[in-house]
Each structure stands twice: as structure tokens, then as C-alpha cells.
């Protein structure tokens, strides 16, 4: 079974609603800055599925995450999203599953949405972004949001941010914010979760970090050597609170294949630091593999060719999704 966790999804009316066309592509801009693709592709259900049935996807991971910083707003999109969802799920029940989604930082308002999307839906877990309103995932205005999904038992997705806050050296005519930003921003992301002792505090939590963390294997070794990799408080700077070594809660993490267009070397890559039992496939459709979409066959050969053994690439595939989901 092959399982794409990072599969976009957006009701047509939301599309409307952010300024999009339901038959070109647009770009959605904040504060002048390019957040995202509105692909036509997003809200079409059938090409979904025709797409995923040429390239060989049993199951796909739909989600969207939060665009708004606005509370209000945010709230309102997620309850149509959480409505629309369970619809498309519902039509294809072995074709999708789907995520909640919710502002973390909302209050009660936004629990009593993912209680009801989990619990009354059947929506299977819930996505965030790498920052909310300028806070990573370290801050403690975020722990009643992770108490809440502890008592749910689902996991939580954190997909890349679309603005991001305290990166102005990005700030060049190269959108380099979606290009560098994204990626650093994720791996910023895992790391406070892991050196905050966010992982410790909530050691019952599974999280599913987007795009390999941004490539973190590139850079695990670096952070190792600074904070100790035997977690001895003795050979870590002072403020980091992880309990266990950073390895350790590094491979208590799982993270997707997604958003590096199908290239093999950041899945080598990934494969260096991170356990196979550890990764779920991903492609980011449609915003990743435009143009092309066969290229995902590719994507899933390629794969299927790395040297390493055959359970071992069952489990990124497909296996790994399952068993977090429950499916």
C-alpha cells in the first residue's frame, strides 16, 4: 500500500475566498509577500483521484493548513474545511483519509472545533504550521493546544509556515521565503521541540514533521556536537531541557518525503540520520510535481529502488502512515 502524506486539499469556496480561480492557477499574497499556489487542482476531487490511480496512491493524506493569523478568520475557514473534508472522505472511503484543521492558539473556541472534528467527524489527526502568529513550536502558549490533542490520541502534522517571522535576511527578490524559508523554518521547528523538552513533556504525542524537517539530517550532526549527544546536562548549553539524548528523541519523531519535487538526494540524505521506520512518503500534490504529475511515479520508483531492504521501503510507502493512523 503506498500512502501520501502531504496531499492538499482546498474547498472550492475557501479558493473563492482567498482570491483564487477555480480554472487557472493564482497566487495567494500576504503582506506582499507570495504565501502559496492556488492550483485549480486543489479543489478537484476527481483529478485527485485521477492522478493518485495513474501514479499508484492507494490512500491519500488530505489536509490544509491554517493561512490566517487573523483568530477569527482562521476559525471560520477550518470549520468549512472540517465540514468539507469528511464529505470527500465519506464519498471515497478508501481513497482519503483527512486532518483537522485549527488556529492552536484560539482558545477553548478551537478545541471544542477539534474535538468535534476528531470525534464527531472522524477526521484522523490535525495540522499545524511550523510558526503561529511569530511562535514556534516550543512556546508555551502552545501547550494547552498539545494537552488538548494528547486526550485525542491523534497525531500532529506541522507543515511548513507560510509567512514566516524573524527571518528578514530572506527578505530579497528571489522568494527566497518559500524557497529557503520554508525549509529552515521547519528545521528550526523540530529542533525546539525536541531541546525544549516538548517531546519529554508530551512524550505520548506523535508528530509528523513535513519535508524531512527541512533536510535536519544535513545539520544533526552540528547540533549534536553543541547540545551533547549523550543528553548529559553537563555537556549542553544552559536552557535546553531534553531529557534524553538528541538522537533518541529524534527518532521518536516521524517526518514526510515531501516538498523537495521527488529528488533522491535529500531521501539519501534523510536516510543517513532517520531511521526508515521513521518516514512516511509524501509528494505535496498538486503543489509540488507541476506541470507533470507523472513525475510522482518516478518519485515512487525511485524509492522503491534505494538500497536498503524491501521492508524497509514498504514501511516509508505506506506502512509507517498506516500504523500512525490507524488504518
Not at 489536509?63 to 474545511?81: H, I, N, P
Not at 482558545?107 to 511550523?130: C, H, Q, T, Y
Amino acid at each position: 500500500m503506498i500512502i501520501d502524506w502531504e496531499h492538499h486539499y482546498l474547498p472550492e469556496e475557501l479558493v473563492l475566498k482567498k482570491g483564487g480561480k477555480i480554472e487557472e492557477k493564482s497566487t495567494l499574497f500576504e503582506y506582499g509577500k507570495p504565501r502559496g499556489d492556488l492550483n485549480p487542482e486543489l479543489c478537484d476531487v476527481e483529478e485527485h483521484l485521477r492522478v493518485m490511480d495513474a501514479v499508484g496512491i492507494d490512500v491519500a493524506v488530505l489536509s490544509m493548513a491554517v493561512t490566517s493569523d487573523d483568530t477569527q478568520t482562521a476559525l471560520e475557514e477550518c470549520r468549512v474545511w472540517d465540514n468539507r473534508a469528511p464529505e470527500v472522505v465519506r464519498r471515497h472511503p478508501k481513497r482519503f483519509v483527512a486532518l483537522a484543521s485549527v488556529p492552536p492558539l484560539a482558545g477553548e473556541k478551537a478545541f471544542d472545533e477539534l474535538k468535534r472534528a476528531i470525534e464527531m467527524l472522524g477526521l484522523k489527526g490535525v495540522v499545524i504550521r511550523s510558526q503561529v502568529n511569530g511562535l514556534s513550536t516550543d512556546a508555551k502558549e502552545l501547550y494547552p493546544f498539545y494537552e488538548t490533542v494528547s486526550v485525542l490520541k491523534v497525531p500532529i502534522f506541522i507543515h511548513p509556515s507560510g509567512l514566516r517571522q524573524g527571518f528578514s535576511i530572506l527578505n530579497a527578490p528571489y522568494d527566497l521565503g518559500r524557497n529557503v524559508g520554508r525549509e529552515l523554518d521547519l528545521i528550526v521547528a523540530m529542533a525546539r521541540l525536541i531541546l525544549s523538552g516538548v517531546v519529554d513533556d508530551f512524550s505520548d504525542l506523535i508528530f509528523v514533521i513535513s519535508h524531512k524537517g527541512g533536510s535536519i539530517a544535513a545539520v544533526k550532526e552540528r547540533i549534536e556536537y553543541q547540545f551533547g549527544s549523550t543528553g548529559s546536562p553537563g555537556t549542553r548549553p544552559s536552557g535546553s531541557r531534553n531529557r534524553l539524548p538528541f538522537d533518541q528523541s529524534l527518532n521518536k519523531l516521524y517526518f514526510n518525503l515531501a516538498g523537495h519535487h521527488g529528488g533522491m538526494i535529500s531521501v539519501r540524505c534523510a536516510l543517513t540520520a532517520i531511521s526508515p521506520k521513521r518516514l512516511a512518503f509524501g509528494k505535496d500534490y498538486p503543489q509540488d510535481f507541476r506541470g507533470d504529475p507523472m513525475n510522482i511515479k518516478t518519485f515512487i520508483e525511485n524509492t522503491r529502488k534505494l538500497d536498503i531492504d524491501k521492508e524497509s521501503k514498504q514501511a516509508m510507502l505506506g506502512e509507517n502512515a498506516r500504523g500512525i493512523l490507524e488504518l
